[in-house]
């Protein structure tokens, strides 16, 4: 190379910054003025002079790279958030090289560059709305699946391809359905019983003034596209899947009478046949295909979003299919397999057969080592138990959702859920272990079968029954709850789980098993107090559970442990939930611990007695509870030296008022 050219070609010095940040105009490319010869020529010696790594060894003419246009350095560039409207200052100009940050494609070639409402030149990264809009430009019509541009691959950039001119043929084909045709009489085929031939029958012939709308065309389309899908990837076929299925969702028979004209032609007989289609195989692909976490649940809300229409209705209840599916289906992957089996009792909830929800939760299907009864979180539990009890489900694809609740079929006779539930106790150790399992037993069986849409349970107050029943339950309880541990089928006693006494039975029964879990797993118990309020306004259950407690020394003082620690802990709780039971529940909540024939369960009603004094400001209804205790006779009751001073004293408060 001449001189002369190495001096024409050392013109300028492009400086490249990995980092945004480091960069003093937030660019990611620097050019340098080469006219600033003197400067430049400083810098290089400071190079030389101090022995830097950095050194300047070769110069070029400055030659500008492609950049988004909110990078230009030879146009100024304005940020707001959201602008549409119009081109803000100079931002419509441009450079050779400026690129549409929404498009990724040369601002000269993009066509919204400066569309009103659209305005792709004030486009920049800083902003929110800008960068969603180029998501859903790079996305395409993969956005409706809520994929993040990391999740998508080339396997479902062509199922999204596919779908897209899918989508548009079958607009062209749904709209020539629904302008429908005529048909002369003569031609319309007989679907009748017995079947004539064409023009024979005067009822189809009875036709030939109307318009016949003959889905056939959409349904062979569809069925195409199906075919196509399974013969593609799985990520691909799953996207064509979903697309398809909220397609033919959103289709409608604008005939304003039923029109008997097949399974293929009439739309209320084929769009859910083509959906019973997508279901088995997107059914089979979650089960067998190793998609992605992240995906997997993306496909499954997608697929749940779908809002189907009036005649998909016997569709919409596929769950006992999804059963079937499920006991019947091998695969490698035991875990997510197992995973998947664990929703078997809930999908049979909802089709309202809790029978075999309730058996299902407590058998292995096929070779799992385990039943599902054993992964059953509390939570989980508590729906079970609300869901037996009431015959009610949310009407939501899965547990957690907090939707209205519906009923869908009979609850489990008292009897049958107190059985189920307590298995479901023996058969998982946390949930035995657990006071909130425990609450919602006690509270599920206080309750009414009659549920509100909000999932809210009717707390019921029974009628304490006679003295001889209740030592005959409990005189049964010991051989029954040790079978149920066994596992053995039992069969309560007709003559003591009777139809007049058969919630107060139940609760019993619970109740004597609570006091064996307390003989034996008491050091595990994190917290009592929920399970004493959970009786509600039944005293009379909880006063035979603290009763038996009190024959055991150990078991009492930790109980009394716990209660007070709950107290101490939840005191502002305790002062809300009182002022929302009202006095008369506290009034009989003191009673029952001052009156206790064991002095270390009196101080339980002692300590509540004193927040309530302490916080009289936050118990409007205190005075109440004074009158209470007059009615109840507490002042004169021989409850001890400490308990008898602390009623006085607070019954002297408002009488000094």
């Given at each position: 190379?001449?001189?002369?050219?190495?001096?024409?070609?050392?013109?300028?010095?492009?400086?490249?910054?990995d980092?945004?940040?480091?960069?003093?105009?937030?660019?990611?490319?620097?050019?340098?003025?080469?006219?600033?010869?003197?400067?430049?020529?400083?810098?290089?010696?400071?190079?030389?002079?101090?022995e830097?790594?950095?050194?300047?060894?070769?110069?070029?003419?400055?030659?500008?790279?492609?950049?988004?246009?909110?990078?230009?350095t030879?146009q100024?560039?304005e940020?707001?958030?959201?602008?549409?409207?119009?081109?803000?200052?100079?931002?419509?100009d441009?450079?050779?090289?400026?690129y549409?940050?929404?498009?990724?494609?040369?601002?000269?070639?993009?066509?919204?560059?400066?569309?009103?409402?659209?305005?792709?030149?004030?486009?920049?990264?800083?902003?929110?709305?800008?960068?969603?809009q180029?998501?859903?430009a790079?996305?395409?019509i993969?956005?409706?699946?809520?994929?993040?541009?990391?999740?998508?691959?080339?396997?479902?950039?062509?199922?999204?391809?596919?779908?897209?001119?899918?989508?548009?043929?079958?607009?062209?084909?749904?709209?020539?359905?629904?302008?429908?045709?005529?048909?002369?009489?003569?031609?319309?085929?007989?679907?009748?019983l017995?079947?004539?031939?064409?023009?024979?029958?005067?009822?189809?012939?009875?036709?030939?003034?109307?318009?016949?709308?003959?889905?056939?065309?959409?349904?062979?389309?569809?069925?195409?596209?199906?075919?196509?899908?399974?013969?593609?990837?799985?990520?691909?076929?799953?996207v064509?899947?979903?697309?398809?299925?909220?397609?033919?969702?959103?289709?409608?028979d604008?005939?304003?009478?039923?029109?008997?004209?097949?399974?293929?032609?009439?739309?209320?007989?084929?769009v859910?046949c083509?959906?019973?289609?997508?279901?088995?195989?997107?059914?089979?692909?979650?089960?067998?295909?190793?998609?992605?976490?992240?995906?997997?649940?993306k496909?499954?809300?997608?697929?749940?979003?779908?809002?189907?229409?009036?005649?998909?209705?016997?569709?919409?209840?596929?769950?006992?299919e999804?059963?079937?599916?499920?006991?019947?289906?091998?695969?490698?992957d035991?875990?997510?397999?197992?995973?998947?089996?664990?929703?078997?009792?809930?999908?049979?909830c909802?089709?309202?057969?809790?029978?075999?929800a309730?058996?299902?939760?407590?058998?292995?299907?096929?070779?799992?080592?385990?039943?599902?009864?054993?992964?059953?979180?509390?939570?989980?539990?508590?729906?079970?138990?609300?869901?037996?009890?009431?015959?009610?489900?949310?009407?939501g694809?899965?547990m957690?959702d907090?939707?209205?609740?519906?009923?869908?079929?009979?609850?489990?006779?008292?009897?049958?859920?107190?059985?189920?539930?307590?298995?479901?106790?023996?058969?998982?150790?946390?949930?035995?272990?657990?006071?909130?399992?425990?609450?919602?037993?006690?509270?599920?069986?206080?309750?009414?079968?009659?549920?509100e849409?909000?999932?809210?349970?009717?707390?019921?107050?029974?009628?304490?029954?006679p003295l001889?029943?209740?030592?005959?339950?409990?005189?049964?309880?010991g051989?029954?709850?040790?079978?149920?541990?066994?596992?053995?089928?039992?069969?309560?006693?007709?003559?003591?789980?009777?139809?007049?006494?058969?919630?107060?039975?139940?609760?019993?029964?619970?109740?004597?098993?609570?006091?064996?879990?307390?003989?034996?797993?008491?050091?595990?118990?994190?917290?009592?107090?929920e399970?004493?309020?959970?009786?509600?306004?039944?005293?009379?259950?909880?006063?035979?559970?603290?009763?038996?407690?009190?024959?055991?020394?150990?078991?009492?003082?930790?109980?009394?442990?716990?209660?007070?620690?709950?107290?101490?802990?939840?005191?502002?709780?305790?002062?809300?939930?009182?002022?929302?039971?009202?006095?008369?529940?506290?009034?009989?909540?003191?009673?029952?611990?001052?009156?206790?024939?064991?002095?270390?369960?009196?101080?339980?009603?002692?300590?509540?007695?004193?927040?309530?004094?302490?916080?009289?400001?936050?118990?409007?209804?205190?005075?109440?509870?004074?009158n209470?205790?007059?009615?109840?006779g507490?002042?004169?009751?021989?409850?001890?030296?400490?308990?008898?001073?602390?009623?006085?004293?607070?019954?002297?408060?408002?009488?000094?008022?």
């Amino acid at each position: 190379m001449g001189p002369l050219k190495r001096e024409e070609e050392e013109q300028s010095i492009i400086l490249i910054s990995d980092d945004e940040a480091e960069s003093t105009l937030g660019n990611s490319v620097l050019l340098v003025d080469p006219l600033e010869k003197s400067a430049l020529e400083e810098e290089k010696q400071e190079v030389v002079d101090e022995e830097c790594e950095l050194m300047v060894t070769f110069c070029k003419q400055a030659k500008v790279m492609p950049h988004a246009r909110y990078d230009c350095t030879i146009q100024p560039f304005e940020r707001t958030e959201c602008d549409t409207c119009s081109p803000l200052g100079k931002n419509a100009d441009i450079c050779n090289q400026c690129y549409c940050y929404i498009c990724d494609k040369l601002a000269s070639e993009c066509q919204n560059w400066t569309t009103p409402s659209l305005c792709h030149c004030n486009a920049h990264n800083k902003s929110k709305f800008w960068k969603d809009q180029r998501d859903f430009a790079l996305a395409g019509i993969l956005v409706m699946f809520n994929l993040e541009l990391t999740d998508i691959d080339a396997d479902l950039r062509r199922g999204g391809s596919l779908l897209i001119k899918f989508i548009q043929e079958l607009s062209v084909e749904y709209n020539k359905y629904l302008i429908g045709e005529r048909i002369p009489p003569t031609q319309h085929e007989c679907f009748c019983l017995p079947k004539l031939l064409p023009g024979q029958c005067n009822i189809c012939r009875s036709r030939n003034m109307e318009v016949v709308y003959k889905y056939s065309g959409v349904f062979a389309l569809v069925t195409s596209f199906l075919s196509q899908a399974e013969r593609e990837s799985p990520k691909a076929a799953a996207v064509m899947f979903l697309g398809a299925a909220k397609e033919i969702a959103l289709h409608k028979d604008p005939a304003l009478s039923w029109q008997n004209l097949g399974h293929t032609a009439s739309l209320k007989i084929a769009v859910p046949c083509l959906l019973q289609r997508i279901t088995t195989q997107l059914q089979r692909m979650l089960v067998l295909c190793d998609f992605p976490k992240n995906l997997y649940e993306k496909f499954v809300n997608f697929f749940q979003s779908i809002s189907l229409p009036c005649h998909c209705f016997g569709f919409s209840n596929s769950f006992k299919e999804v059963v079937r599916y499920l006991r019947a289906v091998k695969c490698n992957d035991t875990k997510r397999l197992r995973d998947l089996r664990d929703k078997i009792p809930f999908y049979l909830c909802k089709t309202g057969d809790f029978l075999d929800a309730a058996h299902s939760l407590l058998f292995p299907i096929n070779s799992l080592a385990c039943c599902t009864a054993c992964r059953v979180t509390p939570f989980q539990f508590e729906v079970y138990l609300k869901m037996f009890r009431t015959g009610s489900v949310p009407t939501g694809k899965d547990m957690l959702d907090s939707g209205p609740w519906i009923t869908v079929g009979s609850p489990l006779k008292d009897g049958v859920l107190i059985k189920q539930a307590l298995k479901l106790l023996y058969s998982n150790v946390s949930l035995y272990r657990n006071p909130k399992c425990w609450s919602s037993l006690i509270m599920t069986l206080g309750s009414s079968s009659f549920l509100e849409k909000s999932g809210r349970l009717h707390p019921l107050s029974l009628k304490e029954p006679p003295l001889d029943f209740q030592k005959g339950v409990l005189a049964a309880s010991g051989g029954l709850l040790e079978e149920l541990k066994a596992k053995i089928n039992v069969c309560l006693p007709p003559a003591i789980f009777s139809p007049h006494f058969r919630h107060e039975a139940c609760l019993i029964l619970a109740v004597q098993a609570i006091q064996q879990m307390l003989f034996c797993d008491l050091p595990y118990l994190t917290s009592f107090l929920e399970i004493v309020l959970a009786f509600g306004s039944n005293f009379w259950a909880l006063r035979l559970l603290l009763d038996h407690l009190s024959y055991e020394e150990h078991v009492l003082h930790g109980i009394v442990n716990l209660i007070l620690r709950d107290l101490h802990c939840q005191k502002a709780a305790m002062l809300k939930l009182w002022q929302n039971l009202g006095p008369q529940y506290v009034g009989e909540f003191l009673c029952l611990f001052l009156t206790c024939r064991h002095k270390e369960m009196q101080s339980i009603g002692l300590f509540t007695l004193n927040i309530i004094m302490e916080n009289l400001h936050m118990c409007p209804w205190a005075k109440h509870l004074c009158n209470f205790f007059h009615n109840a006779g507490l002042r004169h009751l021989p409850l001890g030296t400490a308990a008898h001073h602390e009623v006085s004293k607070f019954i002297n408060i408002f009488e000094n008022l």
